[in-house]
Structure formats: C-alpha cells, structure tokens
C-alpha cells in the first residue's frame, strides 16, 4: 500500500464537458434512440417536481424548532451537562488517534482522517441553537482539527510504530468507558450512569462496541464452525443459523427483558449492557458466517505448506491461516459495521436513548412539537445517510487499497 | 485435511507414539472432553434458568393459550375479537407477517429487477436515478423509512370525506386503499374450483409435453395445448356457474369509514411499501452485481449466432446471472421476512408485535417469548429450504445444460 | 451436508426452548414468590449502598414522565421518585431513571431491577399479584374517549364502525374492546406500543376517536394546534388508579414509600399549614406541633423503626413540596406541561379521594 493509492482518477469525471461535447454527451447518453429520450424527459419532469416538493418544505413549511433548539441532545442526550468535557475528552482522544493511524498508516486512514476534521469543523461553525451555540462548544470542535494533525504530525515520526497506534486504540476503547462512566464509587470522578447516556453517544458505543466485542467471538464461531469436534461444530452451526433465523429485535428483547428475569437479583446488569450483548450476539453470527468465506478462501495449499514446514494445527490456523482470511473479510466487516451502526435504531424498542429515541422523546418535551414528526425523522434519517454514506465511500476506498477481489 | 493427516502418519513411526501424542487418541479424547464440558454446560444452564423461574414465580406453562386474550387486533386474516383466545391472537399475528412478507418478496424482487436493470441503463439519467435510490435507501436505517412513511406520507393523505378516487374502482385516504374487489358469488365456488383443475392440467400437459420435445425433438405445440386447456376450463367453469361466477364489490362511504371492497390498511400498506422500498434497493444491487458477472463474450457470441436482444437477455444472460444472483437473493427475502418485526412501530399487527402485547397481557414473557423466536426460526428455516432447493435445482440444470 | 445441518441444528433449538419451557408447569407459583423476592431491609440498604433510588420511569409522556430542554427528567410520576430519593438519602437528585416500556414495566419490578416503578401503572389485581406491591394510589385516573368536537359524536353509541386509536399492552386496550363488545358495537381498534404514536395518528385523521386515561387525553389535548377542535366525552370507562409500585417482598421498603407518599399528602392539609417546599423550614422553626408532627420534626412516630432520619419527611417535602404543588407544577392552573382540573385528586378536605391516615 502506498500513499500514491489515494490520488483522484475520478478527477477527470468531475471536469464539466465543453459545449460541443456537451452536446455530443447529452445524444450518446439521454437521447440515443427514441424510448431513451421519452425517458429522460420523463426522468426530468420528476425530478423537477419532487426537488421543488422537497426544497419548498425544506426551507418554508417545515417547522426545524426540535432539531435547532437544543441539538446537544441529538449528540450526548441527558449526558449531565457539568460533566459533558469527559465526553469531549474521549473525542479528543479518538480525533488524537484518528490523526496517529493517518501519519502511521497513510492511505485509507487518510480519508478517515479528513472526512472526521471536515465533520468536526462543519459542527464547530454551524450556529446551533441551546448549548450547542455556546463558543465554548464551537471552540471545542474547531480545536479537534489541529488535534487529528498534531496526531498525525506525531503519527508520521520514524519512532512511532503501529504497534503504538494500536496500542493507543486499544487503551482509548479500554478507558472511554471509564471516562464516561466514572471510576469505582465516584470518587476519582463522580458517576454519570448509562441510563443518562444517548443521543449519538449511545448509537456509536452501541455500533462501535457491537462490533468490537463481536469480532473475536465471530472468529471463534467461524473456526469452530470448521472444527472437526462435532459437538463444537454442531453447537457453533446451532449458534449461528439460531441468531440468523431470527430478526434482531427479538434478540435485543431477549437480552434486555428475558435475560433479566433469570439473573439473580443482586446481579444487575446494566441496560446499556444488556442492550449491547444483544447486538454482540447478533453482530458476531454475521461476523462468523463473514470469517467463514474468508476462511475458505485461503489456498489449501497454504494449510499444506504450513504443516509441511512442521507447524502444528493451531500454529497453522493462528499463523497461516486466520492472518490471510481475516485480511480478505476486512472490507465485509466494515459493511457489517455499517448495517449495525443503522440497526442500532431497534434499540428503540428496548427504550435504550439512542437517536432515533432522543428523537421521539424531544418530540414529546414540548407540545409544540408534537405534530412536528416529519421534521425530526427526515433530520436523523440525513445524520444517517450522511455517516453511512461516508462510511461505505470509505469502504469502496478501503477494498481498492487492499487489493481484495484482485488476486 | 485427512490427506494431509495420512501423509504425517506414513512420516511417523507408528508404534513409537505414546497414547498422549497420538493424534487420533487425542482427538477422541477432545471429542468427549468437549461433549461432556457442552452438555454439562447446557445441564447447568438450563438447571439455573429452570431454578431461577421457580424462585421469581415466573410461570413457564402454556396453561393460558386457551384463555380468552382480551385485547383487539386491529387486522386479521381470520376471524378474531377479544373473546377469541391468546392462542388464536397469535395465529393472527403470525398470519399478518406471513401475509406481509409473501407479498413483500413477490413486489421488492420485481421492483428491485426493475432499478437493478435501470442502474444499468444506458440512459445516464435514469442510471443515476437508480444509483440515488439505492443510495438514498442503503444508507437510511429501515425503521426510520418506516416512520417516515407512516407517519409523515400515509397519514396525511386526505380524510375519507375528500378521497382521491378513481369513482367505483379505487379510494386512498388516510384510512387505506379501497379498490373494487371481484369476489365469487354463490355459484362462483364451482368455477374456481374447475378454474384450478384446468391449470393444473395445463402444467401437467406443458412439463410432458416439454420434455416430449426436448426427447424426441419434434413440436409439440405445448404452448398451445396448456392454453387451449386452460381456456376449456373457464368456458366450463363459466357454464357450471351459470355464467356469473363473479360479482364486484365496490367500496362505499358509510358512517365514518368506507365498507366493502379490498381494503389495505395504511399500517399495512406503510410497512409494505418502506419493507418493498428498502429491499428492493439491495435487490437491484444483487441484480446488476448478477448481470455484470456475465461475461461480455457470452453476449457477443449470442449476437454472433443470430439471437436477437430479447433472446439474448432471456436465453443467455439472465440464466447465467441467475447463479450469482440466487444465493444473495434468498437472504434479502429472509431479511424482509425478519424486518417485518419492524412492524411494531408503525401498528402493524404481526408476530412480534402481537407476541409483544400478550406478553404484556399474560405477563408470561418466557413461554411466549419462546413461541416467537421458533416461530421466526421455522419462518426462516422453510423459507431457506424452499430457497435452496429451487436453487440447487437451476445450478445443476444449469451445469447439464 | 451442512444444509442438513441447519434444520437440524434450529430443531434441536426448538427442542431445547420447548422442554425448558413446558416442564415445570404443575410448580405451585405462590409459594416460591417469598423465597428469594428481597428481605426486609434489603433494597433500603442497596440504595444506601448505592447512592441512587432507581426508578422505573418514562421520557415520553407530557407531564407525568418527559424531558425537559436540556434533557433532564421531569415529571409528575419523577417527582415522587425526587420525594423518596429526598426521604432516604437526603439528596432529591440521587435518583436514577430508567426509561422502560409499556411492554418491559411487569419484568423490572418482578426481577427488583429497579426499586420503584413509577411509570404510570394502573393498580390492578392481577398485577398485583405478579408485580410487586402497589403502594398508595397517587393519581386516580379514568379512561374516557376524546373525539373531533365537529364529529358528532356524542356517546359510544355514535361511534358504531369508528377506528379508535390506542395504546398496546395496556389496561385501556382491553376495556375498549370490551366495552364495545358489550354495546354491540364494531369498531376498527389501530395499536400502536407508543403513545406518541397513538395521539399523532389521532390528530392526523386516522382514526375518529381515541381512547385512554383521561389525565393523557388532556395533555394531549393541550398540545393539539387547537385545542378547542377536540372534545374529551364526559363518561368514563374504567377506573385507573396510578400507583407507585414497589418490588414483593421488601416490607420495610414498602412502608418507607408509603410513608413519603402519606407526607406529601398531608403535607397539602391546611389544618398542618398547609406544608409547601417554601415554608417547611418556616414551620419547623415555629410552633405549629401538627406541621412539625407531620414533619417528623415533633416525635418519632415510626419513621426510625423504618430506618429513615429525622428530617427526612422534611427533605422530601423541600425537594418537591406537597401533593398539590407536585400537581400544579405540571398540571395545574400554571402548570408547565398543561391544565387539568384536579378533580377526583382534590385533596380530601376538598372533597376529593387524596387521602392518608393520621400521624400518631
């Protein structure tokens, strides 16, 4: 991989054509034989329709009072607001990190990078309305930008080696829990409880954490599935084709209600948790069934040359085989990521506070709002399209950097 | 894997190996230590759940099923008030998401055929039309679509007074879509059934005379023996009844809603269009990523043995795609099927949503909640395996071919 | 081979959730209820240990359970939470919410996952029985219909093929079914789990009538762009009483929220004062022995048998002040979520049903 991948070959689609081309484009593509042009004038007249629909609500019905007055919601919830630096602390460390794997690892990490400071710095000028608009928030996403480059400045020094990066992450996923949570009994930092967490804080823990903890149960899954010890092979099928027979809010119900009635009383499990090992479960079913192509996909004679340079069965799955099927399933996992980080909304039904929830509950904290539906669900359906769009354009990215589907 | 074991075994001098490193009376071994630690595992599982229930006084009998459920549902396929019991609300709700899903499946594949083909268009517009509907659905979670169906279209369609109407024939308003509705009369039941019989021999006539051509290679003019059955049977059909097998329920405005008629309900109509929606746009990805899998030389040489664009598509691209595009297609149907759990948000009555309000009701949410997922895994159990041997069925067909 | 093992593998699943299921159905279920529900004395001292009175309560409901502008939760059902939490631990903010659903109230009181249950319940007896322990009735409700004033309808009677909208998995649900059934009536029922939804879909026009609480109607009739468009029928169906409801077996605990909840009541008697957050420190400091009494200022007459401090009466009423107060901050005259005349919740020298008995 080198940093050349990066450079824009779609340049040359984006320049507009000359008017002579123009023209010669508009015959070749809109009205080459006699249905096609019937078609584009059809296509035409609707898209002229539903765009004038679509605009003139946008900017003159549309009543936006439950999205700007207090957008803090959307993002933190009920987060208490004297504690709200613990979570912009956790952002400056995952901006900090993002800018790290940028200077370590170049590439793709490149996109991530610019697409979190161009986000960052979109909500740092915005003006917003609550204490959203304070400057101290502005001045706070604004500063994250220099933070991912000063990362990225200390990411590209010789001395600094992935495993450093790595190892930041790692400490980074292993504190923020902390950090928001609260350590021990509150006394090194008072205790903000999980019931209080929402807003796109809960959606992206829900997403980030679903996936995380569900890659190495995944793994497991998938290797078990192969496994020549039938009970481990028939309880690993039963596991998976059991959490992929059924639809994801059974699961999360499952976890969050039933579960708890079998718990002994004086072990609670906390909701947040409870909602997470759902999504755990489900994700790591997929994340198995993911593996498992990628498992297949490795050469037999790989597995042959392994044993024949005198590596046992587990040197050779651990070695051999899991580093070159788990480097062809990268790009299917982030795809896993990104229908998890969606799904996170059937968390709902278990009234976890993640956004689309935060959402119904602003609708009902005024009665104004209540009939201002439309309006809330059309801004957290953009706050969605626009991450799962960056997302999966970062994807695309990602499966031409590592060469996957080219070998 | 066992060629590679045999081959370490003719390396190793057999007869030197201790019992503790030989491979096979390790792996025996393995194989009880892991079943004894699993069904263990399972015993000690199932004990705690067991002790746990007895502790909280959860009930875990299926005592209630027949106790009269007391709730209303407010669609059912089959009859059902409140007297009815909760053993009949949750045939109801399991009806409801069948309903929904075979219906689901049939419209998003068309649909999802339909944009697939269009992201293909040479038509850069109407390529780019199909690229934004894909892209605009794909990256929407499912139950936000929903809301915004239900909440922000469906319902503001105009109340019942001022329908859109096409006068005798259909009515949308904010109660649901009210189409005129052919249903048989009281002889109609005799040209049904004489209707079925005659199709079933027309396939018969059209598989055996099929095959009849393709063994002796002569015309055997199926097509137009399964048609001519077919028509025999109506003209019969028709006769039997005395010619008015059908008679047309049209929808009427009376009291406060429309009587009569096929009605769709907008909670069903709401989930089935954001359910159709949003498939059909990972659908149409199936199918193009199916049709660009076709080799480019199999369309040339196609056109080089004389077959026009329609034979083409029909005769060497689309069964060639179809391999790659089957396998894919049967998890978007188990996904539509699963979705419509999603139900829940916008009223529609189905499974889980049912099961929701029993459990609520009873207050016995282990049995029932046990009841909805086996009933979800039967759902996707017979779906994959009607799937699966449709699919093996043109692999292999398709090899022979 | 393996797409034999998929049917296999989901039967044997099958098999499993069946057996797990059925077998101990003849287990005698009352009986056990007492063996492991929590111990006198043991969810005070959790709390204690804890820090936080957890409560199982709602975001969505103007005026009993929502949020407010910076998402804090407020409400007249999170007031008596405020009023324990101030009785326990001195502290009316060490209280934990957790929102849960209509569907989810039964299972987090029957597991003690919470310590209160203060979600809107309706004291019925068969949750009674499966719940916990409903403590005194705070909010007595009824479920009326509420209809467009232009509609005409004036009785169940003129709602014969209407579609009503209603909340699933409620004690409403099940009297509009049966209260149509009883008149003969049809009627389209369109369910929806949350209320939201259920008041949207009203004033959207899909349905000619909604039903619930009478208390829900009229906040949700405050909130309509017109309020005048919309009538709540005079009859009631149902009785409602909205009960705090607190997990089987804590006896201990049981009393102390009574206690709190009998405070805030007489607390509202204006023969003690009356007692509101403004003058509890006024009347301690004076000599009105029946306001101090009710106080716990003037005696102990319980309160430490049951573990509680001597001010902690007092804490509760400075946190949130009297029955009334907690009333009108949302729901009276100048209430912040909407009016609705107190009706059968007059205090009962107003000839209403808000009663507790005497502290001696």
Known sequence: MTDSGSTQPESANIRPPSPPKLLVWLRRNLFNSWPNSVLTLLAVGSIYFVGRAVLEWAFFTADWRPVTNNPMLYLVGQYPRDQIWRVGASLLLVSFLTGMSWGEWRGIMRTFAMLLAGGLAVLGIIPAGGQMGSLAVHVFFLINVPVIFLGFLLGSRKFVTGSWVLGG????????????????????????????????????????????????????????????LPVIKIFCVMFIEGIRGVPLVTILFMSSIILALFLPPDLRIDRLVRALIGMT???????????????????????????????????TTLLVVLPQALRAVIPAIVGQFISLFKDTTLAIIVAINELLNIGKSILQSDVEFLQLQLEVYVFIAAVFWVLCYLMSFASRRLETALGIGER | MSSSNSHRKSLTRESAIPLWRDERAL??????????????????????????????????????????????????????????????AFLVGLLNTLKISIIGIVLATVLGTIVGLARLSTNWLVSRIALAYIELHRNIPLLVLLFIWYFAIFNKLPPTQESLEVPGLLYINQR??????????????????????????AIIAWIYLRRLRKRSGHSTYYAGVSIAIILMSVVLGLALSEWQPLWIDTPVFEGFNFTGGLRLTPEFTALLVGLVMYTAAFIAEVVRGGIQAVDLGQTEAAKAVGLKQMQTLGLVIIPQAMRVIIPPLISQFLNLTKNTSLA???????LFNVGRIMINQAGRAVPIFGMIMVTYLIISLITSLILNIYNRKIQISEKSA | MRKLLLPLASLIILAMLLSACGAPTTSDEPAVIEVTAPGYGEVLTRVKERGRVVCA???????????????????????????????????????????????????????????????????????????????????????GYMVRADSGI??????????VCVTSGTTTEKNLAADFRERGLDFEAVIFEDTSSVYNAFFEGRCDVTTSDRSQLAAVQAGADNPADYVILPMIISKEPLTPVVPHGDDQWFDIVKLVMYALINAENPAYGPITQATVDDILASDNIKG??????????????????????????RAVGNYGEVYNRYMGPEGIAFTLPRGLNEHWTEGGLIYAPPIK
């Open chain 2, 176 to 201: 649901g879509l009210y189409l005129s509705w052919p249903r048989l009369t009281e002889t109609g039941s005799l040209f049904a059934v004489s209707l079925l019989v005659g199709l079933i021999l």
């Open chain 1, 169 to 228: 992450w790692l400490f980074s996923f292993l504190v923020i829990p902390f950090l928001l949570r609260g350590i021990g009994d509150g006394t090194v930092l008072p205790t903000v409880e999980t019931s209080l967490w929402g807003g796109l804080l809960v959606t992206l823990i829900l997403a980030v954490g679903g996936i995380l903890l569900s890659f190495p149960l995944g793994v497991l899954l998938a290797l078990g599935r192969r496994s020549s």
């Open chain 3, 154 to 163: 004036k009785s169940q009677d003129d709602m014969d093929g209407a579609s």
């Open chain 3, 292 to 317: 101090k009494t009710v106080l716990g200022a003037e005696g102990d007459w319980g309160y430490s048998s049951l573990g509680l401090d001597a001010d902690a009466l007092a804490n509760a009423l």
């Open chain 1, 281 to 315: 479960i489900f994700s790591a079913a997929y994340t198995a069934e993911n593996v498992r192509g990628g498992l297949q996909a490795v050469p037999a004679g790989q597995i042959e040359a392994a044993k024949a340079v005198g590596l046992n069965n587990f040197q």
């Open chain 3, 57 to 143: 309560g709602r975001t969505d409901l103007l005026g009993f359970g929502y949020l407010d502008d910076d998402g804090r939760n407020i409400g007249f059902d999170i007031d008596l939470c405020r009023a324990v939490a101030a009785a326990v631990l001195g502290d009316p903010e060490a209280i934990e919410i957790v929102p849960v659903t209509a569907a989810e109230r039964g299972p987090v009181i029957q597991t003690g996952e919470v310590d209160i249950l203060s979600r809107n319940v309706t004291w019925t007896s068969s949750r009674d029985a499966q719940w916990g322990n409903f403590t005194i009735t705070m909010f007595y409700d009824g479920q």
């Open chain 2, 344 to 350: 829940l948000a916008i009223g529609y009555a189905d």
């Open chain 2, 27 to 88: 792996t025996a071994a393995a194989q009880v230590i892991s079943a004894i630690i699993f069904i263990g595992a399972l015993i000690w599982v199932g004990v705690n759940l067991l002790e746990a229930a007895k502790q909280r006084g959860l009930s875990l009998g299926f005592d209630f099923i027949n106790d009269p459920a007391g709730f209303p549902i407010s669609e059912a396929v089959i009859p059902y008030d409140d007297s009815y019991t909760f053993g009949t």
